[in-house]
């Protein structure tokens, strides 16, 4: 897979439940930033997570890393239907001299109220 | 709370045309970016400025493309002569530090819509 790949492309939930969406990444990073985007709006960053942390929580959402799996994980717990929009992992790579960040194809969110 | 604020929210242009997207990045951010995201594909890195010079940037961002930092608030990026391919949502972002830092969290503007025709 591509650096920051998410899976799944697409989630659709009920309103309550908990959505969980995975990304995976191939290089070492920096860092690994989640962020919504409503269609056809901006990015709202939603929580960085640095690449010595396994585990950070803002509000309902919960993040994990593990750098042995190059993977990371978006939980976001009782779900609402405002939660609805694309979400995005995007790595900052040790590698980069410009703080570049790869981003990867998101994962469609729905919340069925 | 201190946004990253871009302009125009749209810009339709013909090709070949030259155009100039703007930005505010936050007050004390050090490190300025740009993305584009063709519709329906993934954000795409573009560019990187800190301290008035380029430090990184993509295989995207050719002869044809610019970025300025004219005064201490604006940031533009200059599309010299425009081809429908440049049709995207351009992002302009802001961090405050370095991603060797580990605190490069990146805050995005809204995005001007370009569209080439």
């Known amino acids: 897979s591509q650096q920051g790949e998410e899976d799944p492309q697409a989630l659709s939930i009920q309103e309550g439940e908990n959505a969980t969406m995975n990304c995976s990444y191939k290089t070492s990073i920096n860092n690994l930033q989640w962020y919504r985007q409503n269609s056809g709006r901006g990015l709202v960053h939603l929580i960085l997570?640095?690449?010595?942390?396994r585990e950070k929580h803002s509000g309902r959402l919960r993040v994990t890393l593990d750098t042995s799996k190059k993977s990371s994980s978006l939980l976001i717990t009782a779900s609402r239907a405002a939660d609805t929009a694309s979400y995005f992992c995007?790595?900052?790579?040790?590698?980069?001299?410009?703080?570049?960040?790869?981003f990867g194809g998101g994962t469609r969110l729905m919340v069925k109220p | 709370e201190p946004e990253v604020t871009q302009t125009p929210s749209h810009q339709v242009t013909q090709m070949g045309q030259e155009v100039i997207l703007r930005c505010v990045p936050i007050?004390?951010?050090?490190?300025f970016y740009w993305y584009r995201q063709i519709l329906g594909q993934k954000v795409e890195f573009l560019v990187s400025?800190?301290?008035?010079?380029?430090?990184?940037k993509s295989e995207i961002f050719d002869d044809q493309f610019s970025v300025e930092r004219p005064d201490g608030s604006n940031f533009t990026l200059k599309i010299r002569s425009t081809k429908l391919e440049d049709s995207a949502m351009y992002f302009c972002?802001?961090?405050?530090?370095?991603?060797?830092?580990?605190?490069?969290?990146?805050?995005f503007g809204p995005g001007t819509r370009l569209t080439v025709l």
């Open positions: 972002a802001s961090s405050m530090t370095s991603g060797v830092s580990s605190y490069n969290e990146q805050f």
């Open positions: 997570i640095r690449s010595n942390e």
């Open positions: 995007a790595t900052d790579e040790i590698r980069n001299a410009g703080n570049m960040l790869t």
């Open positions: 007050s004390n951010h050090l490190y």
């Open positions: 400025f800190y301290n008035n010079e380029i430090s990184e």
